[in-house]
Structure formats: C-alpha cells, structure tokens
C-alpha cells in the first residue's frame, strides 16, 4: 500500500526522528515526541516519484471535474505542488503565509487562482491552520478549491476537526498512525517509546504539560508557517 511505503520512506532518508525522552518544541508551545521533515524527500528522486504519483493517483480517483491549476503553500509546498502541476501540465501557483510588505504586496504568487479549480498542495498537516489559510486566500481571489493533498498527516483532533467544519477534503498520502506500525514492524523504537507516542497523539496538550513539568523540552523547534499561524 501507497501509505506504508511511503511512510517506510520517510523513515529509510532520515524525514522522521522519534525522541519522546527530548521532546521537540514547536513554536506555538506544544511539545512532540516525532519530528517529520518532508523536505528531506526533495534528495531523493524515487521518493518524490512516488509523492508526485501518489498525489496524482488521488487526482484521478475523485469524482467531479479536473482542476485547472495546482497551488502549494509556501514554502514546503511548493516543491511537491511543482512536480505535480509539471506532470498534469497545468499552470501553477504558490500562496504565502501572509502578504509581502513590499513591492506588490501580493500573498498568492505565479499564476492568476481567478475562475479556476484549484488544488492546494501543502507537505505537512498538524493543526491544518496553515492550508485553510491558504485554501482561504485562493478561493477570495476568485479560485474554485477543489481540496487540499499534503503527503503527511500527525491526525490530530484539532485538524480532524478544522477540516471537517471547512468545505474542501483532506487527501493525505501517508499518516501518523500508519508511520507508527511501520517503524513497530521494523523494531525501532526502545522500551516504551511507542506507548509515549500513543498517548501524546490522543492528549498532545496534556502530555505538552507533563514534558514541561519534567524540564526535558528539546532544543529543537520547526520553524514552519503552520506552527506560526497555531501559535497566533
């Protein structure tokens, strides 16, 4: 399955590092025992073939009209969304946390998004808050959004719960769930490591509170548009 082998992927070029004993800190406050970098797949040729693949997959499989352009969030985004619109020969388009300061100020750069069916590409879902932004941004400049494809998801309650009140599907090629059994197959986590995961992905803010409460906060923070947008 898509899902596996993509998350045994992610896992074989070093994308994913568990460490529930020195947990990363995201900027919004919440502390996390995995750490997934998907653009750590962009050195490797056959992992980004099988994102651009999957994501095309999805594409082909959903009922309803073709989109008409593909966007990325910037800027993980962008690299997969490239690859994808290049393989559907489409036009494409790249969105901004937030509108440039300078020059023409413009939050959605590339293509014009106006009157047409759009599909959002973003890496990495968390909260989700960076791709509904995003999605927003496109369908007020006149876009058709027909949904958003990320490659990862850590399905947490609160993007499960973001997505589900918003009008665009979620398609993520591979989860925290299926990267969990992946890495179980192939024994690679110590005593307890899996456990400590488990529970963090059903309370991440109670678990958050007892890593603060043990002073062991990694010194690692993922300085991503989405955890900036949580964090506001």
Not at 47 to 70: E, I, S, Y
Not at 118 to 132: F, N, R, Y
Not at 146 to 161: C, N, R, T, W
Request: charged share 25%; hydrophobic share 45%; net charge negative.
């Amino acid at each position: 399955m898509l899902a596996d082998d993509l998350a045994d992927d992610l896992l074989d070029i070093g994308a994913v590092t568990f460490s529930p004993d020195d947990p990363f800190e995201w900027s919004s406050g919440l502390r996390s025992p995995v750490y997934c970098d998907n653009r750590r797949t962009l050195a490797h040729p056959q992992v980004r073939r099988r994102v651009a693949d999957g994501f095309a997959n999805v594409l082909k499989q959903r009922d309803g009209q073709a989109p008409t352009l593909v966007a990325g969030t910037a800027t993980a985004g962008i690299p997969h969304a490239t690859l994808l619109a290049t393989r559907l020969a489409l036009p494409l388009c790249y969105v901004r946390a937030d509108a440039k300061d300078h020059g023409a100020e413009n939050r959605i750069e590339g293509a014009d998004p106006g009157g047409a069916r759009v599909v959002l590409v973003e890496d990495l879902i968390s909260t989700g808050q960076s791709a509904l932004s995003a999605a927003r941004a496109l369908q007020a400049a006149g876009a058709d959004v027909l949904g958003v494809l990320a490659i990862f998801s850590y399905q947490l309650a609160a993007a499960e719960d973001a997505f589900a009140e918003a009008p665009w599907p979620l398609h993520t090629l591979t989860n925290f769930s299926t990267l969990l059994d992946v890495a179980a197959d192939e024994d690679l986590f110590a005593d307890g490591q899996l456990q400590s995961l488990r529970r963090w992905h059903r309370d991440p803010e109670g678990w958050s509170a007892e890593a603060r409460g043990r002073g062991n906060a990694g010194a690692w923070e993922r300085e991503r548009e989405e955890e900036t947008l949580e964090a506001a």
